[in-house]
């Protein structure tokens, strides 16, 4: 049985994301995204479980604000970095976020 949990389709893309928590505060690009989290390429490590404030800049200078938690930390074919899930945006928020993701995932992903 697999261990993935992921509901979203998964593409590229290297956007910026400003993070604060009780950890500190960091950005860091985005290795890949989802609608429901991201795989941040980072050698900070921020404990499993940890809640986070998140700020997304988009390509187009809109900022999306969530919140989210730290799923998992460490190393993965991809590299070392974070598993974040985005947990909670405004309406408004969360409409520009999936715009952006259905102008990025790829037709037979959607």
Avoid: Y
Wanted: hydrophobic share 35%; with cysteine.
């Amino acid at each position: 049985m697999s261990s993935e949990r992921r509901t979203a389709s998964r593409f590229k893309v290297a956007v910026e994301v400003s993070l604060e928590s009780d950890a500190g505060k960091f950005a860091a690009l985005t290795g890949d995204m989802s609608r429901g989290g991201a795989f941040l390429p980072t050698f900070k490590e921020v404990p499993t479980g940890t809640s986070i404030d998140l700020v997304i800049s988009l390509p187009s200078g809109q900022e999306i604000k969530a919140t989210g938690a730290v799923r998992w930390c460490g190393k993965t074919p991809a590299g070392q970095g974070l598993g974040i899930s985005f947990d909670d945006m405004s309406p408004e928020h969360r409409l520009m976020f999936d715009k952006f993701c259905e102008n990025h995932e790829t037709p037979e992903k959607k």
